[in-house]
C-alpha cells in the first residue's frame, strides 16, 4: 500500500532527526553560537506555505540557518543529489524570513562525511555554481528525479568537495571530518541494512 503525503512527511521527519541531531550537536559543541534545531511543526507549518524552514538556527547569529540533508544513494552512486526544487523552497523562506546566510549540510553514506555548501540566496551562488558544472563536466548532470520527479542535480562526491560553494574546510579540520564520519556511520548507517 502506497503512503499518503501525511504518512511520507511523517516517516521522513523521523527518519532525519538523526542527521540534524549529529550536525546541531557538532555544530553547536565546536562552534557554539546556540545552534538548535527548530521544530518539525514548524517546518510543517511552512512546507503547508510552499516553504522549506531549515532545520537548525542560530540564537547567536539569527540570519544564518542550515538545511541538513542525507544521501543515502551516494553509497551505490558515488554522486550527491541536489533537488531544485528544495533549493527554490529554502529561498523563499529565507527571503520572506530576512535570513540570507543559508548552508546545507550533505551528508552522504558513501564516507559518511558532511559537506556544508553556501547557499548564497542572494545571488543564488550554490544554483549557479551547480547549473555551470552542469554545462561544462560531462561526469555532472541535471536530471529529473529525486522523490516528485523534479529537476536534480547529480553531481560526482569529489566534484561537490572541489566546488566553490563547499566551505567544509573553514567549518570543519580533517581530524573533525574523520571523527564525524565514525559517528555519523554509527548513528546512520542502520537505515541502508533495514
Known sequence: MDETPQ??????TQESIASEELVCHYLESKHGFGFYLVSHELQKVGKDSGWHVPDIHSHKNPKTTIEVKEDLMC???GNLAIEEHCLQRLKAWSVAHKK??????????????VDFFKCGHDVDYLRKELEWLCVFRPDCKETQGGDSGLKLWIIPLNVARSMQSNITSSIMGELDQISFAIISKKKLSRRNNG
Open 7 to 12: 504518512q511520507r512527511f511523517i516517516r521522513m
Open 75 to 77: 553509497e551505490k552512486t
Open 100 to 113: 540570507p546566510n543559508m548552508f546545507l549540510a550533505y551528508i552522504n553514506h558513501r564516507d559518511f562525511r
